[in-house]
């Protein structure tokens, strides 16, 4: 049986609830250092949010039809995707508002995070934590739009500062996490939400 809390990590960015603290930024890459790092996935991140909206607007027919009984409507994915940009910006800025995972939880969140990662897609079947389990989604898709924009705005801006600060990003629930890792996982976590929406391409 799935442990639902194990499940909040690995479909909601909620594990990512932890602390930012002091340590030395990584070695600049052959690529051109940190910042051309961060700047190439929030690059992608901003694709794969701009994909989200696109499918948002072609399913405006059904907009808040769930697509099977149980299932989100497309409103409520947008939803969704959107409260875990601003909950994953919270913990980029140093203030998550959802718990962390228990300690003995950790070890196998970390896991699933690389995992993911190495793998470039989210597993099936995992439920949101009820914090990002919208009940309702914005009332048109152009209000979800708006409502995407600003929260991949703020999760943007948030990770600029990060790396340009010098910090890494210390998770209470997988332990030291790179702000370009952090980034990546929010673009596969969009990306798996994208494929829900009847006007997906």
């Known amino acids: ?22 340590r030395p930024a990584a ?44 299932k989100w409507s497309p409103s409520q994915v947008v939803e969704h995707v959107a409260g875990g940009l601003e909950e994953a910006a919270n913990v980029v800025s140093g203030a998550p508002s959802i718990p962390m995972l228990p300690a003995l939880l950790r070890p196998l969140a970390r896991l699933y995070f690389n995992r993911i990662l190495k793998k470039g897609v989210f597993p099936k079947g995992w439920k949101a934590h009820k914090a990002l389990d919208p009940a309702t989604g914005s009332a048109t898709p152009a209000q979800a739009r708006a409502r995407l924009e600003g ?24 332990g030291t996490v790179s702000v370009e890792d952090l980034v990546r996982f929010s673009a596969l976590h969009t990306r798996h939400h994208c494929k829900q929406m009847p006007g997906a391409t």
């Open 151 to 174: 929260a991949l705005d703020r999760f943007d801006q948030e990770c600029r500062k990060l790396a340009a600060s010098g910090q890494h990003l210390v998770s209470t629930s997988f």
């Open 27 to 70: 070695p600049a890459r052959s690529t051109g250092g940190p910042m051309a790092d961060i700047n190439d996935v929030l690059a992608g991140n901003r694709a794969a949010v701009l994909d989200l909206v696109a499918a948002a607007e072609r399913s405006a027919a059904t907009w808040t039809t769930p697509r099977a009984p149980g």
């Open 1 to 22: 049986m799935r442990v639902n809390s194990v499940a909040v990590v690995v479909s909601a960015l909620t594990a990512l609830a932890g602390q930012v603290l002091q």
